[in-house]
């Protein structure tokens, strides 16, 4: 099996660009999966689709997760991931920009593990994208 520590799945390239500098700079950047739309998310965590030939029990060690996102929305991938038995156990970070109380109750509903606010300078960015990278990939113990 091949180790994936971070599946990130986010449709805005200034966001990546500036998640994977953060996660560089502090030495936090190992093997990172990025995907841009919620339909090929779907694929690529339950194996099917174009990433039918993936093995399903590669799974990453967390996933950061965008709630806007095309084709399908954030919320319809969380609740996916921790209603299937074979996906439920991976920890799932809700990374966004909304601040809408209903988007923060739902991701609960559904099971996420932590729900971050974007900050909006790169500095307080940085700081916490780097944490959050220390946390789910050194500190936090995962099955």
Do not use: C, H
Not at 13 to 36: C, G, H, M, S
Not at 38 to 49: D, P, T, V
Not at 124 to 137: D, H, K, R
């Amino acid at each position: 099996m091949k180790t994936l520590d971070i599946l990130y799945i986010e449709d805005d390239v200034t966001d990546i660009e500036l998640t994977l500098r953060a996660l560089k700079k502090n030495n936090v950047i190992n093997n990172i999966q990025i995907i841009k739309d919620g339909e090929e998310a779907l694929e690529y965590i339950f194996a099917a689709g174009r990433y039918a030939e993936r093995d399903i029990r590669d799974k990453p060690k967390v996933i950061l997760l965008d709630l806007k996102l095309p084709k399908v929305g954030g919320l319809e991938i969380l609740e996916k991931i921790k209603s299937n038995e074979n996906t439920k156990t991976i920890p799932v970070v809700v990374l966004t920009s909304s601040r809408e109380e209903n988007d923060l109750i739902e991701s609960y509903k559904y099971g996420v593990n932590s729900y971050v606010v974007k900050p909006i300078n790169f500095s307080s960015f940085s700081e916490a994208i780097s944490t959050l990278g220390l946390y789910w990939l050194l500190i936090n113990e995962s099955l």
